[in-house]
């Protein structure tokens, strides 16, 4: 995928499932237990509101889980930071369906 799919990916957030590699299975939005984790950050730049899924774990949709402001994370998310060995796959469409993007490496601003 290049940078315009990705840029589509963030528009249809809402509907977007992520699977981390490695072990772990929790997804939250405090600091993690492990070392392996991703932090997907509402704003670029690593900034703003953070979920934070530990390596391993899977979140089939987006559309149902708050944020801190207790707003959907529904098209929020706008940075991506990587910790430890952990990558993460993400989807187009709820479900693990869709288009699906690798992210390996931090990404300071998806648009």
């Known amino acids: 995928m290049n940078l315009a799919t990705c840029r ?3 528009l249809t957030l809402g509907l977007l499932g992520l699977a981390l590699t490695t072990s772990g299975l929790s ?3 405090t600091a993690p237990v492990g070392p392996d984790h991703v932090v997907f950050y509402t704003e670029p730049n ?3 509101e953070a979920l934070v899924v530990e390596a391993g774990a899977a979140v089939a949709d987006l559309a149902t ?3 801190p ?3 959907p994370w529904l098209a929020a998310i706008s940075s ?3 910790a430890g060995v952990a990558t ?3 989807f187009s469409a709820a479900g693990f369906a869709g288009d ?3 992210i390996t490496r931090n990404l300071a601003d998806l648009y």
Request: avoid cysteine; charge should be positive.
């Open 8 to 10: 589509r990916l963030r």
């Open 27 to 29: 997804a939250q939005t």
């Open 46 to 48: 690593f900034q703003g």
């Open 65 to 67: 889980l708050q944020r």
């Open 69 to 71: 402001s207790q707003k």
């Open 80 to 82: 991506v930071q990587l």
């Open 88 to 90: 993460a796959t993400v």
């Open 100 to 102: 699906r993007l690798e």
